[in-house]
Nanobody
Framework: QVQLVESGGGLVQAGGSLRLSCAAS????????MGWFRQAPGKEREFVAT????????YYTDSVKGRFTISRDNAKNTVYLQMSSLKPEDTAIYTC???????????????????WGQGTQVTVSS
């Protein structure tokens, strides 16, 4: 069974930075893409970023392009989300996710993901 454990959330002022980590276990990490999603209070969960299994291909939702960077270390079975120039509207619970299938290159839809972490809270104060 795949397990995903996030860390690194917290409270930060607008303009600040945070780095989220997601440690994976339960299958061959390097064989699967990974993704980050977020859910703000009163809103639906939304896609944030995804990275292919070799780390070469990355995709971001428009609102975070240029500010967030997704990366991975396959030797450590960990995916990261470096967040900079944070805005109050980035406040949300951030969750990492893993797809069910290895042939999905860089999935951006929730239905393509079968495994989810518990989430970590990110709060950006103005």
């Amino acid at each position: 069974q795949v397990q995903l454990v996030e860390s690194g959330g917290g409270l930060v002022q607008a303009g600040g930075s945070l780095r989220l980590s997601c440690a994976a276990s339960g299958r061959t990490f390097s064989s699967y893409a990974m993704g980050w999603f977020r859910q703000a209070p009163g809103k639906e969960r939304e896609f944030v970023a995804t990275i292919s299994r070799n780390g070469i291909n990355t995709y971001y939702t428009d609102s975070v392009k240029g500010r967030f960077t997704i990366s991975r270390d396959n030797a450590k079975n960990t995916v990261y989300l470096q967040m900079s120039s944070l805005k109050p509207e980035d406040t949300a619970i951030y969750t990492c996710a893993a797809p069910r299938n290895p042939w999905v290159a860089a999935p951006r839809l929730m239905v393509e993901y079968g495994y989810w972490g518990q989430g970590t809270q990110v709060t950006v104060s103005s």
